[in-house]
């Protein structure tokens, strides 16, 4: 049963995480998957500062048997909460808050399930691990569907600079899932999605393949730098900003024919006030 419980628990991987993100803002909610993106980045900052911070075993630290190899190789670093299930938790339910259809909750809740329990049954991780990672996603994910982040001016633009200044300050020795965490949540900050999703099948297929394709190929180039340097903060911050900006901001240009540009998000002007005080 180990290969199956495996096969679940890899669609907790990060690489199926940025395929599906990139996906769903490429293809259905351009704006709603910025702000998933934002509040993703955000659990996994949460996800790293209490697993390190914590610093608690898994079920396997003092016998090694209970898990096998292949299961030991998914689950690095303490245990607290569990990062398959708080990230995929966080990724489809925050998709279904948006979407809002009653289908989608219950496919993505049963994915969300099953990844939790993979990390159990492979002896990876603890309940009380998954249980605390499902709460802390549920909660990132209705923050993706009910807070709007700012995409204009300074509001959108300093935070994005300040958390790059954050992690080229990471002393030595600092897990890299920080400068990880640190460069997603710049680079959608910084996002403006001003693209329409396309609206054909013929459209979504080339999309879909051609923009992962783009993505991918972002991914696999930006990871061909020695480890020495991938493993600097700043470095590494910046090679998920850049990934994150080439989503949202390279593939519609480059597929500009099936991704057609929209005005940007209006900035709110308040209503002007009468010395009375009536609009």
Not at 10 to 36: K, Q
Not at 106 to 117: D, E, R, T
């Amino acid at each position: 049963m180990d290969s199956l419980w495996l096969a679940v628990t890899n669609l907790g991987r990060d690489e199926v995480f940025i395929a599906v993100l990139a996906l769903y803002t490429l293809l259905v909610n351009p704006r709603g998957g910025r702000h998933l993106g934002v509040a993703f980045a955000l659990s996994y900052l949460v996800n790293s500062a209490l697993k390190f911070g914590l610093d608690l075993p898994r079920p396997f630290t003092s016998d090694p048997s209970v898990a096998s190899e292949a299961a030991r190789r998914t689950a690095l670093g303490p245990g607290l909460p569990s990062g398959h299930t708080q990230m995929a938790a966080t990724l489809w339910l925050g998709m279904a808050a948006q979407v809002r259809r009653g289908w989608f909750w219950g496919v993505a809740g049963a994915l969300v399930l099953l990844i939790g329990a993979s990390r159990l049954l492979l002896h990876v991780h603890y309940p009380a691990d998954v249980i605390v990672g499902l709460a802390l996603g549920l909660g990132f994910a209705l923050l993706a569907a009910a807070f709007p982040f700012p995409e204009r001016g300074l509001g959108r633009f300093l935070p994005a600079g300040a958390l790059l200044l954050i992690a080229a300050l990471l002393p030595a020795g600092t897990p890299r899932e920080y400068g990880t965490a640190l460069g997603l949540l710049a680079g959608f900050w910084a996002a403006r999605p001003t693209f329409a999703p396309p609206r054909d099948w013929a459209g979504r297929v080339i999309v879909g393949v051609l923009g992962l394709v783009i993505v991918f190929a972002a991914y696999f180039v930006l990871g061909a730098l020695p480890q020495s340097v991938k493993d600097i903060g700043l470095v590494r911050a910046l090679r998920y900003a850049a990934l994150v900006l080439v989503t949202i901001q390279v593939v519609p240009l480059v597929l500009r024919r099936w991704l057609p540009p929209v005005p940007p998000v209006p900035a709110v002007v308040p209503a002007p006030v009468t010395p009375s005080g009536l609009r």
